[in-house]
């Protein structure tokens, strides 16, 4: 479902090699997380299938999340052609994340 990224190089070569790609700062103990999760990972496999989902620990790699100034979690991050192009943090509401993204996918796979 999704690969989880641990270090920089990682990360990178995530968004390098995945034309359109999301990434989910997490942690172990965040309860809007766990309860987030599911929802976002069935959002995106059911409406956005060719988007490549990771996921970082942020509390396992506490660097990887600081060098993508991510200090709050929930994050998700969305990125095209390797660059940002969305990010939501905290409560954010899926289907305004999916309205964002909702153009450039069909840009990119329709």
Known sequence: MSRILTDRKGFSDFIRYN????????GPDCHLCK??????YEL???HFNEVAVAEVDCQAS?????????FTIPTLITY???????????????DDMAREIERPYSMLFR
Request: aromatic share 8%.
């Open 80 to 94: 095209i052609d390797g660059k940002e192009s969305h990010r939501k943090a905290r409560g954010f509401s899926l």
């Open 19 to 26: 034309l359109m790609c999301a990434v989910y700062f997490t």
């Open 44 to 46: 995106l496999e059911t």
């Open 62 to 70: 506490p660097a990887l999340a600081a060098q993508q100034t991510v």
């Open 35 to 40: 309860a987030l999760k599911p929802k976002l």
